[in-house]
């Protein structure tokens, strides 16, 4: 086993020990009783801190793809494992945390990317007399599911000098996937005029949520508008 095959298999390890934690957090709270008092116990374990490594030496590409070393983690496993560790920082600095260890990482653009869309019709399960009304689903290229809702809101930043769209979606707190070129065509496809704030603004919208992706054109289709499609890819 080579070094960097080791190394990324004690981080993997540690990820897996920081799932596994979560996951008995979890159920510890699931099966709490409310209003019941919790038994005393005779001892509590102090929570472990987490040992701050510095950098991992560890890279995601503007295309998603993750590098340790400079070497591309090959094993779609390991990377949803290191994944599912990834927070970021108040400063905008991406770290891979776990019970034990934690250290930052270098994100090029966004850590996710995502790679294909579904358009359906749901109902709002909060309204009397529900109507159907569209919601759009992304998968990302580590096959998470994410709906654009208030909680996971799309955006899309305007070059102002060339007018480049370049869209993204929440997937988790301060967790963005990039949307792609050919999954932007479709969502440009759906977009619609509206007038927001006075504005004159082209979105979609998702979950009664809209979603604004460039000032409304005068005189023009949104295909047809400068910018749109022709996200970077």
């Excluded at 897996?16 to 409310?34: C, D, I, L, N, V």
């Excluded at 358009?119 to 290229?141: G, H």
């Excluded at 305007?158 to 869209?167: A, K």
């Amino acid at each position: 086993m080579s070094e960097v095959q080791a190394d990324t298999a004690r981080l993997g390890g540690a990820a897996h020990q920081g799932q596994e934690t979560s996951r008995r957090s979890q159920r510890a709270g699931a099966a709490a009783t409310p209003g019941r008092a919790e038994k005393p116990r005779a001892a509590r374990a102090m929570p472990r801190i987490a040992t701050e490594c510095g950098d991992f030496a560890m890279r995601i590409a503007r295309d998603g793809t993750w590098f340790y070393r400079g070497s591309p983690i090959g094993r779609k496993e390991l990377v949803c494992l290191f994944a599912s560790v990834l927070k970021r920082e108040a400063d905008g600095s991406f770290w891979l945390e776990t019970p034990v260890e934690r250290g930052r990482i270098e994100v090029d653009d966004a850590p996710f990317v995502a790679v294909e869309m579904w358009w359906r019709n749901c109902a709002d399960p909060f309204s009397p007399n529900p109507e159907p009304r569209q919601c759009l689903t992304f998968r990302t290229n580590l096959d998470e599911m994410v709906t654009a809702d208030a909680s996971h809101p799309i955006r899309v930043a305007i070059d102002p000098r060339t007018r480049e769209p370049r869209p993204y979606i929440t997937v988790r707190p301060g967790l963005e996937a990039r949307i792609n070129r050919a999954v932007f065509y479709e969502l440009v496809a759906l977009a619609e005029p509206e007038t927001v704030a006075g504005r004159a603004l082209l979105g979609v919208w998702s979950e009664g949520v809209f979603f604004p992706i460039d000032e409304a054109p005068a005189a023009h289709g949104a295909a047809e508008t400068p910018g749109l499609g022709q996200a970077a890819e």
